[in-house]
T-cell receptor, first 115, second 112 residues
Framework: GAGVSQSPRYKVAKRGQDVALRCDPI?????LFWYQQALGQGPEFLTY????????KSGLPSDRFFAERPEGSVSTLKIQRTQQEDSAVYLC?????????????FGQGTRLTVV | DAKTTQPNSMESNEEEPVHLPCNHS???????IHWYRQLPSQGPEYVIH???SNVNNRMASLAIAEDRKSSTLILHRATLRDAAVYYC?????????????FGTGTRLKVLA
């Protein structure tokens, strides 16, 4: 079935390189979330979109992190000048609306390794 | 943000029931209680959620204390495929984005 798709699944970047991570949410889903998950930890919130509007970016760790969702569907998380501490799994999730009474659907994530 | 507290790990025998506890003493009246689980190398997967009343679905049951300060996820017959990290999460309605705030979860080990 059509779930949340993330690409690439794995990315190795040299320190200082820019990377772009893609998320294809479930078609028609209004809400889109990005999370960062370090090894052995729970996912940590990065940013939230309602359609094309980025309503919450309070979790972005620095100005090197940038996310967009220009047409309210596909989203891209960009990390500039990657550093070793950026190594993590980046998870994308979507949900049909903004209600707290609905579930979110997560992708399998992109594992980023900065060397 | 309201926080949840879960045991770091639990073990269960296959085909036996499992009760996974969660404490959320600072829960507000409008916070929904959500449970997700994460299998190795996968993204989190929805299990169940509720507000005040106990809830049942094909995967599990959710028992919510009367004062809502704690809840228990019940897997009725654990299988090896249920081995995962289980997260108890409160949906933050006040932030305006209803983001999920994950803790470190409970790692469930199922013994054959």
């Amino acid at each position: 079935g059509a779930g949340v798709s993330q690409s690439p699944r794995y990315k190795v970047a040299k320190r200082g390189q820019d990377v772009a991570l893609r998320c294809d949410p479930i078609s028609g889903h209004v809400s889109l979330f990005w999370y960062q998950q370090a090894l052995g930890q729970g996912p940590e919130f990065l940013t939230y979109f309602q359609n094309e509007a980025q309503l919450d970016k309070s979790g972005l760790p620095s100005d090197r992190f940038f996310a967009e969702r220009p047409e309210g569907s596909v989203s891209t998380l960009k990390i500039q000048r990657t550093q070793q501490e950026d190594s993590a799994v980046y998870l994308c999730a979507s949900s049909p609306d903004r209600s707290v009474n609905t579930e979110a659907f997560f992708g399998q994530g992109t594992r980023l390794t900065v060397v | 943000d309201a926080k949840t507290t879960q045991p770091n790990s639990m073990e269960s025998n296959e085909e036996e029931p499992v009760h996974l506890p969660c404490n959320h003493s600072t829960i507000s009246g409008t916070d929904y209680i959500h449970w997700y689980r994460q299998l190795p190398s996968q993204g989190p997967e929805y299990v169940i959620h509720g507000l005040t009343s106990n809830v049942n679905n094909r995967m599990a049951s959710l028992a919510i204390a009367e004062d809502r300060k704690s809840s228990t996820l019940i897997l009725h017959r654990a299988t090896l495929r249920d081995a995962a990290v289980y997260y108890c999460i409160l949906r933050d309605i006040t932030s305006g984005t209803y983001k999920y705030i994950f803790g470190t979860g409970t790692r469930l080990k199922v013994l054959a």
